[in-house]
């Protein structure tokens, strides 16, 4: 690098929340059980390539995902124990572009009649970018 900075020419930023926590419970000497909870929330834009709308191919990245899991244990004798547990984890990641580039007129603008992206939206250029 001959020490030289290398800058980027535009924001990539990501906000990332994990919040989470744990409860654990001794019902009697024998039965136990946990509950555990965390969500997640990522925002960090997908593809940056620096160019205007609606030449770019970025879009909203947003991330979201929750997590619960329930145990119970419960020890029948010295060497036997049962475990019960259940859990969801919904995850939620839509992928679209931003309503800049949706709603591009590319039939009045550009004369792109009778292409995929009639009556709206600008065509997707790929390549661009640092990443390909």
């Known amino acids: 690098m001959n020490g030289r900075v290398i800058r980027t020419l535009f924001p990539n930023n990501t906000i990332q929340h994990l919040p989470g926590f744990k409860i654990d419970h001794n019902l009697s000497e024998k039965t136990r059980f946990s509950w555990y909870y965390t969500q997640q929330s990522t925002d960090s834009p997908a593809y940056p390539d620096g160019l205007p709308a609606p030449l770019t191919a970025a879009r909203p990245n947003v991330v979201e995902a929750k997590t619960a899991r329930f145990s119970m244990d419960r020890t029948i004798s010295p060497t036997l124990l049962v475990h019960v547990g259940a859990g969801a984890n919904p995850f939620l990641n839509p992928d679209s572009s931003p309503d800049s580039v949706l709603g591009y007129d590319s039939v009045g603008k550009l004369g792109l009649v009778g ?13 661009l970018g640092v990443n390909n």
């Open 115 to 127: 292409s995929a992206l009639n009556p709206a939206g600008f065509p997707q250029i790929s390549g």
